[in-house]
């Protein structure tokens, strides 16, 4: 079961919705591995990134840390919590320097109150990252890890791919301990899946550095 790629929300917007966004907004800059947002904290601006990516967590009551998900360019952060009023549910980092568009709260209601339309495109984004959510859950009961890594793969093939000699490299920095939580399973066990992976020739990997040698393959590992 494949996670769908999810479409960016900047994407999605009209030329004339972009334009008033950024008239409400200011452009902040956050170098490598600086913090976006807390678990916990208060609502307050909502983001858009415009340059670099980005990682989703959360701690649990164990006190582990889970990633979530990988945030791109075009990608909003922090909408549910200025629109509900609610604590933030996870944290976001910089995993390379990045760029973004900064609104505050209020100033993002008025934006929304200008352009309904908005609303829609933001309605769209949660309901797919929920149904991704889902898929999430049915995958992690269903599959070994071999078969979530490979999915995982898969994904950052999709996302985070650039064609090169004999493959597909993934650009996003992630490590092993990333990946694995990231998969719902144990460094041991992914860096296993990773072995094996290499053996059957859909991988290389190096650090920091993974390449999709074979993603039809990936492909029916997952199944």
Known sequence: ??????????????????????SRAVTRHFARGATIMH????????????????KVTVVTEDGSEVILAFREPGDMLGELSALGGARRVATVR????????????RDFDSYLEAQPRVA????RVVIERLRDADRSQV??????TLSRVAGRLVELADRFGEPC??????TLPISQEELA?????SREATSKALRDLRELGAVETRRRNITVRDVDLLKRLVG
């Open 1 to 22: 079961m494949l996670a769908r790629v999810e479409t960016p929300f900047l994407s999605q917007l009209t030329q004339e919705e972009i334009a008033e966004l950024r």
């Open 39 to 54: 678990q916990g904290e208060e609502p307050g601006r909502v983001l858009v990134i415009e340059r670099g990516r980005a």
């Open 94 to 105: 910089a995993i390379e320097e990045l760029d973004a568009l900064a609104i505050a709260a």
């Open 120 to 123: 829609l495109v933001i309605l």
């Open 139 to 144: 995958e992690f009961a269903a599959h070994q």
């Open 165 to 170: 000699d004999g493959g597909v490299l993934i």
């Open 181 to 185: 939580s990231w998969s719902g399973a």
